[in-house]
């Protein structure tokens, strides 16, 4: 049972209280029309203490080690004095709870800590993998007083693009191995990277994990900088014995002075919002569209049209779309 009056939610996420938080996401993540209506009015009371924390996005393949590696990272944080909220999408579905669901218990020392929060959120479906209320979860996070929130990607298609776009800091967890894994990766998310950390830089696996980061030092020269003020850098580190996890902060740490003195971090969040509002209008359309009764009746007859020939696709669109015209305009 949700509670409906919105300063519960207001005043519990700014005490800090974690179990008001966990509900507060649950709230945002709700599809349930009062449910978004109440979150608005929460969102809108929390708005004013958002926007001090660093984003951060990670995304790395299957079996790259990101669990381990953002426990270390993770402990390192917390034990410099830093709040952590960490928000892991699970590409599973709600009932399930497979997956990324997991990473909270093989994160125990992280998720016992009292300074960091773990949220894995399902996907619901959202293309990519990333879940649509992630934002929303993120603001909160802030406004509980998180100073680090942490996104994990599940490494998959459409997802680094929506983490990248979300956050101030984008790395790409990779692994050693030869110069075959580098076609593995997508131009795309090789050009969205602040940094590239080559992981299990141990034992045997260590020269190979130099050699690699040198492959992809080489390769980063071609792409244009994501911003100005900076050039990805590539960095090894063992998640495992925590070793070259400081250099990681580090690099990311100046990445974030570096954007906030020169202004471009605050353009950055800037176009990030605009970017966020326009896609929840589209996404608004939408929903809107198909809800239609006009379009409930008369879509099954225009995709029989289109299958059988009859009529071209334009047609087909333009026809639907001008019985909401005539709607919206009569």
Request: net charge neutral; hydrophobic share 40%.
């Amino acid at each position: 049972m949700m509670e409906a009056d919105p300063r519960y939610y207001v005043d519990g996420v700014r005490a800090g209280n974690r179990k008001i938080l966990a509900k507060t996401i649950t709230l945002i993540e709700s599809s349930r029309p009062e449910h978004q209506a109440l979150t608005a009015r929460v969102l809108d009371d929390l708005l004013p203490f958002t926007g001090n924390a660093l984003r951060l996005g990670i995304t790395g393949v299957p079996g790259v080690g990101k669990s381990t590696f953002i426990e270390s990272l993770g402990m390192y944080l917390v034990e410099k004095g830093h709040r952590l909220a960490i928000l892991a999408v699970d590409p599973s579905s709600a009932s399930s709870h497979g997956s990324i669901m997991g990473d909270k218990t093989r994160m125990e020392k992280l998720a016992a800590h009292a300074v960091a929060f773990i949220r894995p959120s399902p996907s619901g479906g959202t293309l990519g993998g990333v879940s649509r209320k992630t934002r929303e979860s993120m603001l909160a996070c802030e406004a509980a007083g998180y100073d680090v929130i942490l996104v994990e990607t599940v490494g998959v298609g459409q997802s680094e693009v929506s983490v990248a776009s979300m956050v101030d800091f984008f790395l790409l967890l990779t692994l050693a191995g030869a110069g075959d894994e580098l076609q593995g990766i997508k131009r795309g998310i090789l050009e969205l990277a602040d940094a590239i950390v080559v992981n299990k830089a141990d034992g045997d696996n260590l020269g190979k994990a130099v050699q690699t980061s040198k492959m992809y030092a080489d390769v980063m020269h071609l792409f244009p900088r994501t911003t100005p003020d900076w050039a990805p850098v590539v960095l090894t580190c063992s998640a495992l014995e925590t070793t070259g996890i400081s250099e990681v902060w580090e690099t990311v740490w100046t990445h974030h002075e570096r954007l906030v003195s020169s202004g471009a971090l605050d353009a950055k969040r800037k176009k990030q919002a605009l970017d966020w509002m326009w896609a929840l209008i589209e996404e608004g359309l939408k929903d809107w569209f198909y809800q239609r009764p006009e379009v409930k009746k008369l879509l099954p007859e225009m995709i029989r049209t289109v299958e059988k020939g009859i009529t071209t696709p334009p047609a087909a669109v333009k026809t639907l779309l001008q019985l909401n015209k005539n709607e919206l305009f009569s």
